[in-house]
C-alpha cells in the first residue's frame, strides 16, 4: 500500500492483480485498486475532479481525467473516510498510476490539488 498526505487529504492505495483477459484479440492484463481518502484536515471538503496518468511499458502514457470518481463527487467532513474501487486494463504484465484530485474546501471555496502518490500495477511473477 503506498500513502500519501497532501493538505490534511491523506490517499492510500492497495492494488490487486485479477489476471487477463482477451479483448478484440488482444490479451489484457487486468489491474484493481482500491483508493481510500481521509480527511485529517480541519475543513469539510469536497471532491470534484480526478487527473490520471497511466503507464503502460507496451503503449505511450494514457490520460484520464473527468468529474468526480467513480460517477460521484464525495463531500467530506473532518476525520471522514471515503474508499472506492477502480481498475484499468493494460497489455505490459507492468505499469503504473499516479494523478491528483481536484477538492474544494467549502469552508471557503479554495480550490486545490491533492496528489495521488505513484503505485505500481504488476503480475504476481514479476513481484516475486
Not at 489484457?28 to 470534484?48: C, D, G, Q
Not at 496528489?115 to 500495477?121: E, S
Request: glycine share 6%.
Amino acid at each position: 500500500m503506498v500513502q500519501q498526505i497532501t493538505k490534511g487529504i491523506k490517499i492510500s492505495v492497495a492494488t490487486e492483480y485479477n489476471g487477463t483477459s482477451l479483448r478484440n484479440t488482444k490479451l489484457y492484463h487486468i489491474f484493481a485498486y482500491e483508493i481510500t481518502i481521509e480527511n485529517r484536515s480541519p475543513n469539510t471538503v469536497k471532491l470534484t475532479d480526478r487527473f490520471w496518468k497511466i503507464y503502460d511499458s507496451l503503449n505511450p502514457i494514457e490520460i484520464v481525467s473527468g468529474e468526480g470518481v467513480v460517477g460521484q463527487t464525495p463531500t467530506l467532513k473532518p476525520n471522514d473516510i471515503y474508499t472506492y474501487n477502480s481498475g484499468c486494463f493494460l497489455e505490459s504484465n507492468m505499469g503504473a498510476m499516479k494523478g491528483f484530485y481536484t477538492m474544494i474546501n467549502l469552508e471557503n471555496y479554495d480550490q486545490f490539488k491533492v496528489f495521488i502518490p505513484t503505485f505500481q500495477l504488476t503480475t504476481p511473477v514479476l513481484s516475486n
